[in-house]
Structures are given as structure tokens and as C-alpha cells.
């Protein structure tokens, strides 16, 4: 453990938010550490401090002039080690660079070019449950959840189509990235070289369809918003954070809702109840449980003393569950109001800037399968990943019924 200053030794644990452990069921070590007395606590396995309850991770995330981004998104620390990659442009800096590339995304996820391709996610949506419907019995993320968005979100930055599995391994890199040096990631680090060469090249304007996302950020480098190589890797950032995130809380809704009957009945009785439910789901249980901050300076968090460049590990995925927050926080209600409390896009100035995307993909997914499906049954274990990085599933076995009316 570091060295503190003062005289006392802060709250600490040995729990290891990192370790297969912890990650088969986060909800009950999150309940100690939000239990905690003091609002932030070090964890002696990575030295490294949690923040864990619902309005410590918001005065966390509010407050990016001593919560920095630019130490990385990850446990890496970029103040005192190399990134593995070229930092993201958006993520990994902190105003007044993050201003000018946050703006140009905002722009070109415009909330009029969300409502043109909805169509296009309906297409797809219904086709693929469909799909799903006439096999009957399916592993539902292999042959359903992860063909939605590694379809609809490269389609709409401009990628060609083509076999796009690799998009999946660079996501584990990305995301693995953001954990521990374990064998599982140094393995998959073997590739990198290759797997990085086929993203970036996917990110030149050239590859790039007209009418896409892509092509609209490069329109931005035209016109002088930004340098045509911070338009490449900003393509690179939607092609980092755009497909795994959704993929695996469509994934984890949609167990949510093969394990509450009596919720998955009110959507299905009430198709418009999509959103909300795919909400609920990324405050109940979804893909992004974690981000990280870095101490700029020494910093007094609510009379707990962090020193300049520590990293702190912020549960989204807890504040989520903070019954201070949520009455009957670790209940799953497809009727809860969350939008206005959600906390699993993050917040502040970094929350996540295609939580509108995110959430179209959702609510399309879920009300076709509202239309479509008259039950869903768990017909074997749903498989959680382990390893560091995004929450997800990789596998859950499902029997799905075509509804008759
Ligand atoms: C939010 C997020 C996750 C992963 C990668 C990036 C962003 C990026 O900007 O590259």
C-alpha cells in the first residue's frame, strides 16, 4: 500500500473489484463497499481508491478539475505508464481539448439523424427476431443480441459490410485494457497489432460511406473543427465504445427479462414500455459497471485525503443499487422512472455521448421483441463473462415463442 499522509489510515479492503469472484456477483461486495463510513475507500489489492454510492460517484464524476480523465480510462495509469494505444481524444483528455471533439460528436449523433435511422433499426430488429423466432431455440447472444448492433452501429458510422468479428476482439482489448495484466489479456494481446491495423484502417475517410457518421466527422476536419487525424481517431472511439456496450446490455436486459416473467408481461402487453424497460436495465444490471478517474493534485474527497495521481474506480453499477438512492434499489420494475437518476451512461462533462444511440438500439430491440414473442424461457445457464472489462453474457440458452394474436 502507498504511503498516506496523516495520521489516520483511511477505510480499506481487500476486495477485488477485478477478480472472477467479484465479477460472478458484483451486487453483494458493492453493498459492502457502500456501506463503508467514509465515502471513498482504498482497495490494498491495486492501490487504488472505490467510490461506490450513489452521490459520492456523481461529486466524483461532477468534478473533473480534480477527477481527471486524462490518467486513462482504465487501471493504467497514463501519468506514469504508457497507454497501449494512442489515448482516445474524447475520453482521455480533459477540458478545454475535450470541448472541441465532445462538440463534433454531439453534433453528428444529432438527435434528427437518431430519428432517421430508426427505420433502419426496426428493419433490422424485426428481421433478426424473426430469425430467431423460426430456430425456435437459440443461444441468444452469438445468434440474435450481438448480430443487432455489430449490424446497425457500423452501418450507421459507414462502415462496409463484411465479417466484422474482429470489431469484437478489439472491443476485448479496449475493455480488457481498462483492467489488470491477467494471462487471459496478454493472450488476446498477441493480436493486437493486427486487430488495431484492420480498425484503423477501417477508420480512413476512404472506407467511409457518404452519408455516415464517419463521413460526417470528417466533414467537421473540413470545415476546421478539428485536424484530419483527430477525425480518424474519433471514427476510432465510436468504433471502440459503440458496439460491446450495447451488445452486452441488450444481452443482460434481455436475461432480466427471461427471469422476470411478470415483467417481461407488462412489456409484452405494452410495447411502448421498451425504453423504459431497456433503462431500467442499465440501472439494474448493464454493460458498463465501471470507469475510472485520476487525482490531478492532492485532493480532500469529503474528509477522505487522495494523493495527486491516484486512480479511483468509480461503481456505476453500484450507485445504481444505492438504496439511499433507489427505493428498492436491487428490484427490477420495467415501470421505474430512472431517466432523470440514471447513472450508467456516467455523468458530467465525460457521461457517455451516444447514450441516445444506446438507447434507441434498446428501445427498437425490445419493443420488436414486445410485438413478436409471446414467451421467453431459460432452457440453460446464461454464461457471464469473467474477465476484466464491460459485464456481459456469453451465452444464454433461450426458447422463444412466437406470439399468436
Ligand atoms: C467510453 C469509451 C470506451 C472505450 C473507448 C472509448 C470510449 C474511446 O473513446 O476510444
Request: glycine residues 6%.
Amino acid at each position: 500500500m502507498a504511503v498516506m499522509r496523516g495520521a489516520a489510515p483511511p477505510d480499506s479492503s481487500d476486495l477485488d473489484p477485478f477478480s472472477p469472484e467479484f465479477r460472478a456477483n458484483p451486487f453483494e461486495p458493492y453493498r459492502q463497499l457502500r456501506e463503508f463510513a467514509a465515502p471513498a475507500v482504498w482497495l490494498t489489492k491495486h492501490s487504488i481508491w472505490v467510490v461506490s454510492r450513489y452521490d459520492a460517484v456523481r461529486a466524483v464524476l461532477g468534478d473533473w478539475k480534480r477527477f481527471s480523465n486524462a490518467g486513462g480510462g482504465g487501471l493504467t495509469n497514463y501519468f506514469l505508464e504508457k497507454p497501449w494505444r494512442r489515448p482516445s481524444l474524447i475520453l482521455e483528455v480533459d477540458p478545454p481539448e475535450h470541448q472541441r471533439t465532445r462538440r463534433v460528436l454531439m453534433q453528428v449523433i444529432s438527435a434528427d439523424r437518431l430519428q432517421r435511422l430508426r427505420a433502419t433499426f426496426e428493419v433490422q430488429a424485426d428481421a433478426l427476431i424473426d430469425e430467431a423466432l423460426e430456430r425456435g431455440t437459440l443461444d441468444a447472444i452469438p445468434d440474435l443480441v450481438q448480430r443487432f448492433p455489430l449490424t446497425v452501429f457500423p452501418d450507421a458510422v459507414g462502415m462496409r459490410r463484411e465479417d466484422r468479428s474482429t470489431m469484437l476482439t478489439y472491443g476485448a482489448m479496449v475493455f480488457g485494457g481498462f483492467g489488470p495484466v491477467t494471462p487471459w489479456y496478454q493472450d488476446l494481446m498477441k493480436q493486437a497489432d493486427t486487430v488495431s491495423a484492420w480498425i484503423m484502417e477501417r477508420c480512413q475517410r476512404q472506407t467511409l460511406a457518404a452519408d455516415g457518421i464517419g463521413a460526417a466527422i470528417y466533414a467537421h476536419a473540413d470545415a476546421g473543427d478539428i485536424e484530419q487525424g483527430e477525425a480518424t481517431l474519433l471514427v476510432r472511439s465510436l468504433l471502440s465504445a459503440g458496439v460491446d456496450t450495447t451488445i452486452d446490455s441488450i444481452g443482460l436486459c434481455l436475461r432480466c427479462l427471461a427471469e422476470h416473467p411478470e415483467q417481461w408481461a407488462l412489456l409484452r402487453a405494452d410495447p411502448q414500455l421498451a425504453r423504459s424497460a431497456f433503462e431500467e436495465a442499465t440501472r439494474f444490471d448493464s454493460s458498463s459497471q465501471s470507469l475510472f478517474r485520476t487525482t490531478l493534485e492532492d485532493v480532500d474527497f469529503q474528509g477522505v485525503p487522495l494523493q495527486k495521481h491516484q486512480k479511483v474506480l468509480v461503481l456505476i453499477g453500484a450507485a445504481g443499487r444505492d438504496p439511499a438512492k433507489w427505493a428498492d434499489a436491487d428490484r427490477f420494475d420495467v415501470t421505474r422512472r430512472v431517466t432523470a437518476s440514471q447513472i450508467g451512461y456516467g455523468a458530467g462533462i465525460h457521461s457517455c455521448v451516444a447514450q441516445m444511440m444506446a438507447r434507441l438500439e434498446g428501445e427498437v430491440f425490445f419493443a420488436s421483441l414486445a410485438r413478436k414473442v409471446q414467451d421467453i424461457e431459460l432452457i440453460g445457464p446464461a454464461q457471464l463473462r469473467l474477465q476484466p472489462g464491460l459485464r456481459g453474457l456469453s451465452s444464454l440458452p433461450l426458447r422463444l415463442i412466437r406470439k399468436t394474436s
